[in-house]
């Protein structure tokens, strides 16, 4: 396992459209984060998952958008009815290898979606 | 809430000289983490370096190395002997000491290395 893959890296769709993203953690991870990342910006937090629970939400992820992680491995990221201000790169991260006991620790960045809509 | 301010959204510098990138940071909290991203065009973002809060001791990782001034919350990266490989964008970022909290990040400075 070589780290965190994301599919597909660029996405272009017109307004409206429903789109959906794929992240694949480094596999031994337990948590798994989505970013969103626009010109010029930090990276914003969107969602955060532990194993298969969703535990955190930022107010950034509107109704249009729902993420899962079915069985505490990949993760999807769907946004409905796509607007131009949803343009932007979308980045997943994992963390914490399982059985580790610690708190915290380094996260660990796939290479992003970039989404277009026209 | 946790901000994280970088106030020099470009530098420049030559090959082989040193720079200093600056961040400060504004929380209540004692126990943190800080870190420093790395993130080329066009490629993904990767660690440059991580300093834990409780630790007086500052960060080094080879050629970059941090001033973590805790009471002004300031976290600076210094970038020893520069490399054109070093061209990116730096994101200073931190992150609560608490199971699963998300990174903050700054708004990034953009450093390039010129031959």
């Known amino acids: 396992d070589t780290g965190v893959s994301q599919d597909p890296r660029h996405k272009i769709t017109k307004r409206g459209q429903n789109v959906t993203f794929r992240c694949d953690p480094i596999?031994?991870?337990?948590?798994l984060y989505w970013y969103r990342q626009t010109l010029g910006q930090g990276p914003e937090f969107l969602t955060y998952f532990q194993n298969e629970a969703q535990l955190e939400k930022s107010r950034l992820l509107s109704d249009r958008f729902s993420a899962e992680r079915p069985k505490g491995s990949f993760s999807t990221l769907e946004i409905q009815r796509t607007e131009q201000g949803d343009s932007a790169m979308y980045l997943c991260?994992?963390?914490?290898?399982?059985?580790?006991?610690?708190?915290?620790?380094?996260?660990?960045f796939g290479p992003g979606t970039r989404l277009t809509v026209t | 809430a946790q901000t994280v301010t970088q106030s020099q959204p470009e530098m420049s510098v030559q090959e082989a000289e040193t720079v200093t990138l600056s961040c400060t940071y504004d929380?209540?909290?004692?126990?943190?983490?800080l870190f420093w991203y790395k993130q080329p065009p066009s490629r993904q973002m990767i660690l440059v370096i991580r300093q834990e809060a409780y630790k007086q001791q500052n960060a080094t990782e080879n050629r970059f190395s941090v001033n973590f001034q805790k009471a002004a919350k300031s976290f600076s990266l210094k970038i020893s002997d520069s490399q054109l490989g070093d061209t990116a964008m730096y994101f200073c970022?931190?992150?609560?000491?608490?199971?699963?909290?998300?990174?903050?990040f700054g708004k990034g400075t953009t450093l390039s290395v010129s031959s």
């Open positions: 991260a994992s963390s914490l290898p399982r059985g580790t006991f610690i708190l915290q620790d380094e996260q660990y």
């Open positions: 970022a931190f992150m609560m000491y608490q199971a699963g909290t998300a990174l903050i």
């Open positions: 929380t209540s909290e004692n126990n943190y983490y």
């Open positions: 596999s031994e991870h337990n948590r």
